[in-house]
Nanobody, 124 residues
Framework: QVQLVESGGGLVQAGDSLRLSCAAS????????MAWFRQAPENERDFVSL???????YYADSVKGRFTISRDNAKNEVYLQMNSLKPEDTAVYFC??????????????????WGQGTQVTVSS
């Protein structure tokens, strides 16, 4: 079992930055594909970014160039640096883990473990 705990969310203004963290416990996640998803009120949970065990990264078009995903295997953590935040980035952000990389990595049902989420609110 892998337990994931997100932190770093908050209320910021448009144009500001936030860094989300996802701390894993229970198992080392160095071999896991790690992803971030987000869910705005009354919306589905959408893919944001993924980092593979080899450090290859993927991003949703809506965040490309503004968000950066990274991982620190020594700390068993994953991060999401979010710059130039926009009001439409407002959502609950979830960390997810999969033991293997799937070509359908944007689908939430490809991930076995999930955190509880952290709220990000961007005011205009």
């Amino acid at each position: 079992q892998v337990q994931l705990v997100e932190s770093g969310g908050g209320l910021v203004q448009a144009g500001d930055s936030l860094r989300l963290s996802c701390a894993a416990s229970g198992r080392t996640i160095s071999s896991y594909a790690m992803a971030w998803f987000r869910q705005a009120p009354e919306n589905e949970r959408d893919f944001v970014s993924l980092i593979t065990r080899f450090g290859r990264t993927y991003y949703a078009d809506s965040v490309k160039g503004r968000f950066t995903i990274s991982r620190d295997n020594a700390k068993n953590e994953v991060y999401l640096q979010m710059n130039s935040l926009k009001p439409e980035d407002t959502a609950v952000y979830f960390c997810a883990a999969s033991p293997t990389f799937h070509s359908a990595y944007t689908r939430q049902d490809e991930y076995e473990y999930w955190g509880q989420g952290t709220q990000v609110t961007v005011s205009s």
